[in-house]
């Protein structure tokens, strides 16, 4: 198996996981990835999330919780050379602004990039997320 098919397998074992509803399992994403002092699942999660899967997989993730970190992680991609799996990091407020979203590119139709990730309406699943807003494409390896 692959990387990028061993991080979709753990992270789709995690498909329909919420807020409120598994609010002990979402903690377990912070607090595995050295974040003990999370303490509710209304801390913005999907870095704890895409975090979780990584050391899950036995990948080095960045241990932060700030989506943006990500950026830092393996190298970057063109959108055209996206495979599924590789991580995408998008903008959120503004385009320089410290705020972002994380998780696994699954594909796109032009215009929207359907993302595999925590802390996505609330839960995993995938969503869609603007093209413009893309930051990064990031492709790991071990």
């Not at 959108?79 to 503004?94: H, Y």
Request: glycine residues 10%; neutral net charge; aromatic residues 10%.
């Amino acid at each position: 198996m692959g990387l990028n098919e061993l991080i979709l397998q753990i992270a789709f074992s995690q498909m329909g996981i919420r807020e409120d509803i598994d609010e002990d399992r979402i903690l377990s994403y912070f607090h595995e990835i050295g974040h003990k002092w999370v303490k509710t699942d209304d801390t913005a999660w999907c870095a704890a999330f895409v975090g979780w899967v990584l050391k899950n997989a036995h990948i080095d993730g960045t241990n932060k919780l700030n989506a943006r970190s990500f950026l830092h992680l393996g190298k970057d991609v063109p959108l055209r050379k996206a495979n599924e799996g590789d991580l995408v990091v998008f903008w959120r407020g503004s385009k320089t602004s410290a705020q972002g979203h994380v998780g696994f590119y699954i594909g796109e139709d032009g215009n929207n990039i359907y993302v595999l990730g925590g802390n996505q309406g609330n839960k995993v699943c995938i969503d869609k997320y603007p093209l413009e807003r893309l930051l990064s494409v990031r492709r790991l390896d071990w």
